[in-house]
């Protein structure tokens, strides 16, 4: 299995190359399919801003972000960082990097540099973070009581359960083209089976289902409308312990796109297996066309025969 990294590439590369040309004074405005933007006029000051999905009404949004973003942003970058309120138009965050406030080593540089380019992870997946730290403590957040759920795609939410020894989280997972539904279905059973194996008896429980868990009964209708089944996690302390919490947060907030990304991959593989023998039928059936009995000889063209001795002689003698 592929796991996705946490950081936009082509922000990081984007960054980068400022970081080293920063005597160049050059304008940049870039745009990309992630919905983020970024802009800059002055060389040592970079505008970031980005666009997030649209939450469902079930989500919590405060001030057009998830809770617990802002604490999440000043917490992961400091002082080069600076929210702007009200952000650009058609955005949800603004940022103003601040290039000249980076440290000075190379090493520390690079890290903060690829933590800014994982601006989405650290919005999208603030409340997350938030819940699985209060879980490592065995709390839980004052004042959420029952099922919350969290968006990770435009009008599409997964829920979690919070309990101060667990939290259990619901994953409904859709997809538009009927092809994407039975790979996705039959990736799913064969992952829950996974889990199963020798060597991960200490990852968190899953499970799949085709109907809602009763983890779910509290939520709304138009949210439980999952074409390929509902998967669920159960995450422990164990889970969240260090450096662990920043890996589950990851891994959570983006198994709808892991699963998407490994059921894409299966149908190409399927379609390549499928040209390869196509091709192979054919070549098959041009082996099998028959053949010319007998090339016609053209006029100038001449044989020879070896003649035995005795036959050599009678020509000779006529």
Not at 135 to 148: A, E, N
Request: glycine content about 4%; proline content about 7%; aromatic content about 8%.
């Amino acid at each position: 299995m592929i796991l996705l990294q946490s950081h936009s590439r082509f922000l990081l590369q984007t960054l980068l190359n400022r970081v080293q040309n920063l005597e160049k004074a050059v304008e940049l405005d870039y745009h990309w399919v992630e919905f983020d933007d970024v802009s800059m006029k002055n060389p040592n000051v970079l505008l970031l801003s980005v666009s997030l999905p649209i939450p469902p009404p079930e989500a919590v949004f405060i001030g057009g972000l998830p809770f617990g973003a802002i604490e999440a942003l000043k917490a992961a970058y400091g002082v080069v960082v600076q929210i702007l309120d009200p952000p650009r138009d058609g955005f949800n965050l603004t940022l103003k990097l601040n290039l000249g406030k980076l440290p000075l080593d190379e090493e520390h540089r690079y890290a903060l540099l690829v933590k800014i380019a994982s601006v989405r992870e650290v919005v999208l997946g603030a409340p997350l973070r938030v819940v699985l730290k209060h879980l490592s403590s065995r709390t839980v957040i004052p004042g959420i009581d029952g099922l919350l759920a969290l968006v990770h795609r435009s009008k599409e939410s997964f829920f979690l359960v919070p309990q101060p020894d667990k939290v259990t989280v619901v994953f409904p997972m859709r997809f538009k083209d009927s092809i994407d539904i039975a790979f996705a279905t039959s990736f799913l059973q064969e992952f829950v089976e996974a889990r199963h194996t020798a060597g991960l008896n200490n990852a968190p429980p899953c499970l799949w289902s085709p109907n809602p868990p009763l983890e779910l009964k509290e939520a709304p209708a138009e949210a439980l409308s999952a074409n390929a089944g509902f998967v669920s996690f159960v995450i422990f302390p164990r889970h969240v312990e260090g450096k662990k919490l920043d890996r589950t947060v990851w891994n959570l907030s983006t198994f709808h796109a892991y699963v998407s990304y490994h059921v894409k991959c299966s149908e190409g593989f399927m379609h390549t297996r499928m040209r390869r023998r196509v091709e192979s039928m054919i070549q098959a059936l041009d082996r099998a066309k028959p053949g010319v009995e007998e090339k016609k000889k053209s006029p100038n063209s001449r044989s020879f025969k070896r003649l035995s001795l005795k036959e050599a002689r009678a020509n000779s003698i006529s």
